[in-house]
């Protein structure tokens, strides 16, 4: 069963917004959202940061990367102007200051653990640890649907993870593309309760077949409300989206 909500605002606040900003969980809350989907990886220091791609030059232009810098500096760095210029100044959040600012406003969270190369491990078991310090009183209490649920591509992260903070749960992320023929052993390996996968790697059968399984079901990013349909009719349980403005957080 998925205790969650339904429908999540890609990097907070999906294409209306810098990504994975304070600015974005705004914009997705603006539009109803009341759950996000968010990558977070390590600074040089090991401070969780919430960002996408290690190398900043998407966003900053040609700085170096993530892991060049410790929290303090990233967190003064504009990540807001390469949008649009009413977002100058739009800081790169502290990731534990971000999942708070999630939690006081009631907005459920899929946290995606993004490591930077080399650092899988260490950043599956900060940001597990994060998690489980943050939500420690709803895990003690069994509030587990008010929980952030941890998500990653990288299986070494999660079984970091799950080490660090068996409680936090966590959902196997697989890449665009067919689903590898072993899907079900990886997801049980590193104890996740769901299967996240781009949409179109699924179809009716394949979707069955997850849920039979009993894990939860999760798609990103559908952007097209006629997919959302489909893929929920399939029985998929939640999906992130980009178009916030087309999708509603109560589309059904
Ligand atoms: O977690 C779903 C989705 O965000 C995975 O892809 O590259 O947008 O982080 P990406
Ligand atoms: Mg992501």
Redesign the pocket.
């Known amino acids: 069963m998925w205790p969650y909500p339904r429908v999540l605002a ?2 907070g606040g999906g294409t209306l917004a810098p990504e994975n900003t304070f600015a974005a969980l705004r914009c997705g809350m603006d539009h109803g959202y009341r759950a996000i ?1 968010f ?1 977070v990886m390590l600074a040089r220091d090991g401070v969780p940061v919430v960002i ?1 791609d290690q190398n900043l030059k998407r966003r900053l232009g040609g700085v170096g990367l993530v892991t060049d810098y410790d929290a303090a500096e990233l967190v003064q760095m504009d990540v807001g102007s390469w949008f649009k210029p009413q977002f100058a100044g739009e800081p790169i959040p502290d990731g534990a200051e971000f999942v708070r600012a999630c939690k006081a406003a009631g907005v459920w969270m ?1 946290i ?1 653990i ?1 490591p930077a190369r080399g650092h899988d491990r260490a950043t599956g078991t900060a940001v597990a640890r994060l998690a489980a310090d943050i939500f420690a009183d709803e895990i003690a209490a069994g509030e587990m649907a008010r929980v952030p649920l941890l ?1 990653s ?1 990288r299986e070494d992260s999660l079984d970091a993870a799950r080490a660090a903070a068996p409680d936090v749960p966590r959902g196997l ?1 697989f890449e665009r593309g067919a689903l590898p023929a072993d899907w079900e052993k990886r997801a049980r390996a590193v104890g996740a309760s769901a299967i ?1 996968t781009h949409y179109e790697s699924l179809d009716a059968a394949l979707a069955r077949a997850i849920k039979a399984a009993g894990f939860g079901l999760f798609c ?2 559908v952007n097209d409300p006629n997919d959302a349909r489909t893929l929920l009719d399939w029985g998929v349980d939640a999906f ?1 989206t980009d178009r916030i403005d087309l999708i509603g957080p109560s589309f059904a």
Request: glycine share 0%.
């Open positions: 890609h990097r989907e990558d996408h899929n995606e993004k998500s591509f992320l996240h990103y990013t992130c």
